[in-house]
C-alpha cells in the first residue's frame, strides 16, 4: 500500500478513537487526520483537547448514517484512506433499542464503503480500515480460543450488526476489490472511556460510595486490553497488514467478571487510601444481561507472527493508570455524565 496521507477516522471523539487520535496525530505530522464523529452521548470533544489545534488534525461534525453529510466531507478533504471506529458501541443500550445499531454499524459502514469506492481517487492503492470485536464470533465455553477462522455467531443486536459490517467490509474486498483490512479485538479500558461500560463504572461507583452492579454471579470472562495497545495494532495493521485479511487482537488477561470488579477495588483503595473492605461491600448482584455471551478469549497468533504485534501494558499497571487517569479527570467525569447518562443509569439498573 502507498503510505496515506489524508485519513478519515470516523468515531473520533469516542473512547478507543479519541485514544488512537491522541497517539497518532501528533506522531505522524505526515498525515492529515479528519475526525468524522457526530457526538453522540458516547462521543466527547474534550477527549481530543491536546491534539484540537495541531495543523494536522480536523474536526467534522456528521452522521455516518448521511450519504449527503459525508460526501461533503469526501469533496472538501479528498481522503485517500479510512479507519472506521464510529458505532453504537454499547451491548445492552442494544438490548433496549437495537434500532440505531443496525442504521449506524451497518448502514453507516455501507455508506462510508461506498463513498471510499466511488469517491476516494486511487482507493486501490490505499486501505480501508474497519475497526471491529470478538463479539461477533459469539460465546465461549471454559475452553477454546477465537481465531480468524471461527465461525460468526453473534448473539446481541450490537454483535449482529457489528458482523453484518464486517460481512460487509469483505464482501466489498471481493467484489470491487477494495484494500480491506478488519481487526476484531477483545474487551478496551484505559481513559477515555464512557462510564457505561464495566471498568469506568465501577471505578466511579466505587469512589462515590454507590452499589457496584454485577450481572448473574459474575462468573462471565472477558479478554481484557489496555486501549493504548489496541491502538497500536490498528496503526500496525492500517499500515502493513495483508489486504482482505482479518487480525484478532486481544489482550491475554483473561478475568472474571468478580475479579475484575475486586481488582478494580484493590486499585482504588491503594490510589486514594479508602477503605478496601468497604468498597467490597457496595458489590450488588443483579439480574442477568439476556443472550449474555459466558466468554471470549482471542488468539492473537496471527497478528504477532505476520506483523510483530504483542501487547505491552500488564493487565495490574494498565489498571493503575486508568484509575489515576479517572481520579485526575472530574471535569471530563462531569462533562459526559449528562442528564442523558443519568437517565440511562436509572433505566438500565432500575430494571434488574
Ligand atoms: P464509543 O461508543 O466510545 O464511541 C463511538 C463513537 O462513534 C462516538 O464518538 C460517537 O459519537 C460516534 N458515533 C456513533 N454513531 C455515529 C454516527 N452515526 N455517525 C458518526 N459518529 C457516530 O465506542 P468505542 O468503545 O470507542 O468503540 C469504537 C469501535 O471499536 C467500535 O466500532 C466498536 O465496535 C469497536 N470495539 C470496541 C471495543 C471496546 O471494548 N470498547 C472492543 C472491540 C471493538
Ligand atoms: O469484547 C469486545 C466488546 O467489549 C466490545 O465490542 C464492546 O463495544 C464493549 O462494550 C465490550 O462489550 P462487553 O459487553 O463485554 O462490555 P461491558 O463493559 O458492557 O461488560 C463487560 C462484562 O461485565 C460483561 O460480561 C457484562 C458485565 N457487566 C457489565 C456492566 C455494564 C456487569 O456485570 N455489570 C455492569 O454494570
Not at 33 to 45: H, K, P, R, W
Not at 286 to 304: L, M, Q, T, W
Amino acid at each position: 500500500m502507498v503510505k496515506p496521507q489524508t485519513i478519515v477516522a470516523t468515531g473520533g471523539a469516542g473512547f478507543i478513537g479519541s485514544n488512537w487520535l491522541n497517539l497518532m496525530v501528533p506522531r505522524h505530522p505526515e498525515c492529515e487526520f479528519i475526525n468524522v464523529d457526530c457526538l453522540t452521548y458516547a462521543g466527547n470533544l474534550e477527549s481530543l483537547e491536546a491534539i484540537s489545534g495541531l495543523p494536522n488534525y480536523h474536526f467534522e461534525r456528521a452522521d455516518i448514517r448521511d450519504r449527503v453529510a459525508l460526501t461533503k466531507v469526501w469533496k472538501q478533504y479528498q481522503p485517500d484512506s479510512v479507519v472506521h471506529f464510529a458505532a453504537e458501541s454499547h451491548v445492552d443500550r442494544s438490548i433496549s433499542g437495537p434500532t440505531e445499531f443496525v442504521e449506524t454499524n451497518v448502514m453507516g459502514t455501507l455508506n462510508l464503503l461506498e463513498l471510499f469506492r466511488t469517491e476516494t481517487a486511487e482507493s486501490n492503492r490505499y486501505r480501508f480500515h474497519h475497526i471491529s470485536t470478538d463479539e461477533v464470533y459469539g460465546s465461549l465455553g471454559e475452553t477454546g480460543m477465537f481465531t480468524e477462522e471461527t465461525r460468526y455467531d453473534p448473539s446481541s443486536a450490537y454483535s449482529a450488526s457489528k458482523a453484518a459490517s464486517d460481512h460487509l467490509v469483505r464482501a466489498y474486498s471481493r467484489t470491487y476489490g477494495l484494500p480491506v483490512t478488519i481487526t476484531n479485538c477483545s474487551n478496551n479500558y484505559g481513559p477515555r472511556q464512557f462510564p457505561e461500560k464495566l471498568m469506568p463504572l465501577m471505578i466511579l461507583n466505587a469512589l462515590e460510595g454507590k452499589p457496584l452492579p454485577i450481572y448473574g454471579k459474575g462468573e462471565n470472562i472477558r479478554d481484557w486490553l489496555y486501549v493504548e495497545d489496541h491502538c497500536e495494532a490498528i496503526w500496525l495493521v492500517f499500515e502493513k497488514g495483508a489486504s482482505g485479511e482479518t487480525y484478532n487482537i486481544g489482550g491475554n488477561a483473561e478475568r472474571k467478571n468478580i475479579d475484575i470488579v475486586h481488582a478494580i477495588i484493590g486499585a482504588v483503595a491503594e490510589a486514594t487510601g479508602m477503605d478496601n473492605s468497604k468498597i467490597e461491600g457496595q458489590i450488588t448482584y443483579v439480574k442477568d444481561r439476556p443472550g449474555h455471551d459466558f466468554r471470549y478469549a482471542i488468539d492473537a497468533s496471527k497478528v504477532r507472527a505476520e506483523l510483530g504485534w504483542e501487547p505491552t501494558e500488564s493487565f495490574e499497571s494498565g489498571l493503575a493508570k486508568t484509575v489515576k487517569w479517572y481520579l485526575e479527570n472530574p471535569k471530563w467525569v462531569d462533562s459526559v455524565r449528562s442528564g442523558e447518562y443519568r437517565q440511562w443509569i436509572d433505566q438500565n439498573y432500575a430494571q434488574r
